[in-house]
């Protein structure tokens, strides 16, 4: 049970007087000023961000079964026999690799969000993966990371006061070497790395002579920091990881699944870390990505196993160490790949990919639609994009360490959707059910100038865009509180030349993408 | 003030971030430094230019002027640069027809190919022991700084390439052209055996270009992604074309070269973007069309005015501190981006005049860098004078050095495998730059690692490397005097002046063992010297020295370079 719950539901009225000068705990609610001054958002979920490097091919992960005919004609040399995809739907389903994540969602507990992206997508790594980690835009810079800055805003001031009573440990934990942009709060990461709980050296303590207002005693500051912190941090990972003796079989030799296997047993440890970050990489590729012979096998085939199976043996830890409740997991990687296929057996760097989601707390379904895949697919085509990245953070923010709506902009810089991609019990805010409806139509399709835009919004803040192939931002309809209703707008497609444009509508929790064909 | 911000502003909620006070930068440029040339300033120079500062090499530069010896450093001859390649260091295969076998043990198996994958990779690891080898008997001059710095821009991974001997002659490249024109040297690496592996270059073919090494050409290795790091220049467009100028090379796996077909080669022109003043590449057919249409590319992008910042900027993060502030931009970068390009390019031009300047040895610019691994392992070794086997002793010396590499790798510096073609974070991840090094994973290992050389040393193969804390105090001036001991021991291993009342801490706690009369220390240490097999008098000094340094070099002081 939650401290909040706790004190709202069991704290006889009559101890409080001497704390709130007689007001009854009854008058107030969640949202009362009386539990806001309780200070940090009270939870014991736990997040666990699973970063697969190099840019995972998202349509040979999560295969478009209604659509095969134009996915095997784009990459023939790769693509997977249709009789071997692991069926999620009758519309979507799995790497034949992935039978670990496809239990899992038979079981409930995965999650799919298709085509997560953002608008003008870069195809850079090091650039793409700073826009995730740091959830910026596409075109702006920030040089702290999601994480950090919701670890911040959390518990404000660290490290100056930390460890406390009331955070013990450390706010978030990267298992392996350096600590990453996600972690990196305003002034300073927000995150401890750790690559073995057990084998922490104990500081020396002693004298300390003045830094001097000079570069070099900026990072004399520094590193007495990390001293600090890294002898206050070490008893409490190390009692904790000591707490847990047995834990169910991980597969080897697997590097994520030794990741994740440190992170269950720091979660049943009792450490209140609120963030877990891990990083599997291999996924750049462009070359060689199946076996010339099948395409069920090969590299990419065998990473997608070690993760699918890595994140399987973590939920069967979880549930055996009796902590399944407390704990979710996302993935991402900095960009999908392309469409079409390259001859040297592989794909070049593309743009939006799926997302997944998994935990006993995620909503398990396929959300959103299968990528539209052109029947005569061009080396350029990308895959647009229908759910913006940061949405989904700020959904896990919301929806799973129930950070306030209002407080929410202050760590995302901006307003995103809501997605229905958390069990709403868990932080007890409902998710409106949109499902079964058609928000976007395209009247005249292809066209030769011009075109009807259909769309229908529940009212609220409504999203219209329209994206090329390369998912560049060609035009915002319109980004405005609308009435309920339905509206057309007329689509001029100007000078842009013939191809494939989307339409992308954007309602609260609903999106849908529409292609349209402009033709000579 | 929101809602949420009145009721919780007496929680101290929000107040702003821990900073820590902005230091004071400097607005000194590349004027010529006329300051004070004393053991100070040739510590601070030695610091930054090789590993560590050895107190034989600090004498050896003492003797100079500050121009002399910044000239000294930066003259590497040509047979020092080319020195000689690795060798085996390994058994052989068991397959008895593998043409490595043919290969003695201590001679170089850079000229052998080999059918056997676990050859190959006993020889990735020849190269990085070597490699420490290198680094470990440095000559005096800039050559192993500058090429660790070569491999951290033009980053290669030894799993990816693939092939040993290729993995060497990537190396061999950084080294003969660390202090080269930049240009001639961006053209050898392109056609790098390695590199054409790495960054995918054999694959890329007209029909299927591979646009890998195009994008790293412009984002990492020249024009860069502008001062900011995040909007490059260039356009996507300009990736692509890129990409069809470089197509055609391969590798020939029997004679270890790169080669050109002119069959693989895109000869249609290729349209570049207004960065590029719209240039147009014209496709070319033939032997030689490749050779020349990536002439044309170098041309066509050194005539940019990036390339000079960018390159200038990352030898700044590098030798000097990773903070590029608008005056540093401006009175620094862009005059040393000036001597780069009125040089044509030459590279020992530009950091002449870095390390001459006034803003090199200004005061605010000492002490500020942290120890990369590399630079924490190799000084520790060089500055104590650590001993390791005789030269002819290649097994016993390849087993010294891979335990070097091992404990590099666990501080996450892991040379020939940096971590992607960006090479190393704490070199271009914002904001924490170098601070990236020490982290609460790497800080305790790296005071294990000071420990351990000070208490068992490390032993492998049976061969110890361990710090002989009575050599260091025989090098310093006057040993017997526990002040001046301490005072030496923090000049030649710090950058920054512990105060006095710390030093007479030390002095009273460790030498004196809790007494406060000098005598003590003075009379051990004379006796010591007397009688150096009394192993009484010798365990006396020993332990005390050997606390000393333990405690100096657990000092965050001793973090910084």
């Known amino acids: 049970m939650k401290r909040r719950d706790f004190l709202r539901t069991t704290v006889p009225a009559a101890i409080l007087p001497t704390v709130i000068n007689g007001f009854s705990v009854k008058a107030f609610g969640a949202e009362s000023p009386l539990v806001q001054l309780l200070g940090t958002t009270d939870t014991d979920h736990v997040l666990v961000i699973v970063q697969l490097n190099g840019g995972n091919d998202g349509l040979n992960t999560v295969i478009p079964i209604d659509g095969y005919a134009n996915y095997f004609n784009a990459r023939s040399n790769i693509a997977l026999p249709e009789n071997k995809i692991l069926k999620l739907t009758d519309k979507t389903g799995l790497n034949p690799a992935m039978t670990g994540m496809k239990a899992l969602y038979d079981e409930g507990k995965l999650g799919v969000v298709q085509a997560v992206g953002y608008p003008a997508p870069n195809f850079s790594h090091f650039r793409a993966t700073d826009i995730w980690m740091s959830a910026s835009a596409s075109d702006e810079v920030l040089v702290n990371g999601w994480a950090g800055r919701y670890l911040n805003y959390e518990f404000p001031n660290f490290p100056v006061g930390y460890p406390n009573s009331d955070m013990p440990d450390p706010l978030g934990i990267q298992i392996g070497s350096t600590t990453s942009l996600t972690f990196q709060g305003p002034s300073v990461s927000t995150g401890m790395s750790i690559s073995n709980p057990t084998s922490f050296y104990n500081l020396l303590n002693g004298i300390e002579d003045p830094a001097p207002n000079t570069p070099a005693g900026k990072e004399l500051k520094y590193v007495r920091l990390v001293a600090k912190q890294t002898s206050q941090y070490t008893s409490v990972v190390k009692a904790a990881a000591e707490r847990v003796t047995q834990q169910s079989p991980y597969p080897t030799p697997n590097s994520l699944a030794d990741q994740l296997k440190i992170v269950a047993r720091l979660v049943k440890g009792g450490l209140k870390t609120r963030v877990y970050m891990v990083q599997y990489g291999g996924f750049d590729t462009h070359s060689l990505q199946t076996t010339t012979t099948d395409t069920t096998v090969g590299n990419h085939a065998n990473l997608l196993k070690n993760v699918s199976d890595a994140i399987k043996a973590f939920q069967d830890d979880l549930k055996f160490l009796g902590v399944e409740e407390r704990v979710v997991g996302m993935t991402f990687s900095e960009f999908g790949r392309r469409i079409k296929s390259n001859s040297s057996v592989g794909t070049d760097h593309g743009a939006a990919a799926p997302v997944f989601l998994f935990g006993k707390n995620v909503v398990p379904a396929v959300l959103g639609n299968n990528p539209t895949i052109p029947a005569n697919a061009t080396v350029n085509d990308n895959i647009p994009m229908q759910y913006d990245f940061r949405s989904v953070y700020a959904s896990l923010l919301e929806n799973w360490l129930c950070v306030k709506n209002a407080d929410l902009q202050q760590i995302m810089l901006k307003n995103f959707q809501s997605l229905n991609i958390i069990n709403s019990a868990a932080c007890k805010i409902v998710n409106p059910n949109t499902s079964g409806n058609s928000y976007l139509e395209i009247w005249g399709s292809p066209f030769t100038q011009s075109t009807t835009i259909k769309y229908k919004t529940d009212g609220g803040h409504t999203l219209l865009q329209i994206f090329d192939t390369m998912g560049r931002l060609i035009k915002t309809v319109l980004d405005t509180e609308l009435s309920a209703g339905s509206y057309t707008y007329n689509f001029d497609s100007g000078a842009l030349p013939a191809g494939v444009y989307y339409a992308r509508l954007q309602n609260g929790a609903t999106q849908q993408v529409k292609a349209m064909v402009k033709v000579r | ?561």
Request: contains cysteine; neutral net charge; aromatic residues 12%.
């Open chain 2, 1 to 561: 003030m929101d809602r949420r911000d009145f009721l919780t502003a007496g929680k101290a909620k929000k107040a702003a971030p821990v900073q820590f006070a902005s230091p004071t930068r400097t607005l000194s440029g590349t004027s010529p430094y006329a300051g004070p040339w004393t053991t100070n300033e040739v510590i601070h120079l030695l610091k930054r230019t090789m590993f560590g500062a050895k107190k034989a090499d600090v004498d050896f530069f003492s003797g100079m002027t500050m121009s002399q010896a910044v000239d000294y450093l930066l003259n590497v001859s040509a047979a020092q640069s080319q020195p000689l390649p690795p060798v085996k260091d390994y058994t052989n295969s068991t397959d008895p027809l593998d043409p490595d076998n043919a290969v003695l043990a201590g001679q170089t198996w850079v000229n052998t190919n080999t059918n056997d994958g676990g050859i190959n990779n006993r020889r990735v690891a020849s190269l990085k022991n070597w490699w420490m080898g290198r680094m470990i008997n440095q000559e005096k001059n800039i050559l192993e700084k500058l090429t660790l710095f070569w491999h951290n821009h033009f980053s290669t991974e030894t799993d990816v390439i693939g092939r040993g001997i290729w993995c060497y002659q990537n190396n061999a490249v950084l080294r003969k052209n660390a202090l080269g024109n930049f240009k001639i040297f961006v053209k050898e690496i392109t056609l790098d055996t390695g590199m054409l592996r790495y960054l995918n270059g054999y694959l890329n073919t007209a029909g299927t270009p591979d646009e890998n090494y195009g994008r790293e050409l412009q984002e990492l290795f020249t024009v860069g992604k502008g001062i900011n790091n995040a909007t490059p220049p260039y356009s996507e467009a300009d990736v692509k074309a890129a990409a069809k100028v470089l197509t055609g090379w391969q590798v020939n796996g029997t004679t270890n070269t790169s080669t050109f077909s002119a069959s693989r080669h895109d000869s249609t022109n290729k349209q570049f973007s207004a960065f590029y003043g719209s240039t147009i590449i014209t496709g070319r057919t033939g032997a030689t069309g490749g050779d020349l249409e990536l002439n044309d590319l170098l041309t066509m992008i050194f005539t940019t005015s990036d390339v000079a910042m960018n390159i200038c900027r990352r030898l700044y993060r590098w030798f000097v501190y990773y903070d590029i502030d608008a005056a540093t931009e401006a009175n620094v970068i862009a005059p040393l981006a000036q001597v780069f390009r009125t040089n044509n390019y030459d590279i020992k031009p530009v950091l002449a005049t870095l390390f001459k300047s006034e803003h090199f040895f200004d005061v605010l610019n000492q002490g500020c860098i942290i120890k990369s691994p590399i630079d924490k392992i190799v000084g520790l070794c060089r500055e104590f004078d650590v001993q390791f086997p005789v030269a002819t002793d290649y097994l016993g010396n390849a087993n010294c050095w891979q335990t070097l590499n091992s404990l590099a790798i666990s501080f996450q510096q892991n040379i020939c495998d940096p971590p992607s073609v960006a090479g190393w974070q704490p070199y271009y991840q914002e904001p924490q730059f170098h601070e990236i090094w020490i982290n609460s994973d790497t800080y305790p290992k790296r005071n294990q690692f000071t420990d351990q050389m000070l208490l068992t040393g490390y032993t492998r193969g049976g061969k110890n490397i361990k710090i002989d804390p009575v050599l260091f105090a025989k090098m310093m001036p006057n040993p017997g005097d526990p002040n001046e001991l301490i005072s030496d021991a923090v000049k030649y291993l710090f950058r920054l002046p512990l105060q006095q009342t710390s030093k007479d801490q030390l002095k009273k706690d460790i030498l004196l063992s809790g007494q406060t009369q000098d005598y003590y220390w003075t009379n051990a240490w004379t006796a010591y010297i007397a009688n150096p097999n009394d192993t009484t008098n010798a365990n006396i000094v020993k332990t005390r020295l050997k606390d000393l340094f333990q405690y100096l070099m657990k000092l965050a002081e001793y973090q910084l370079a």
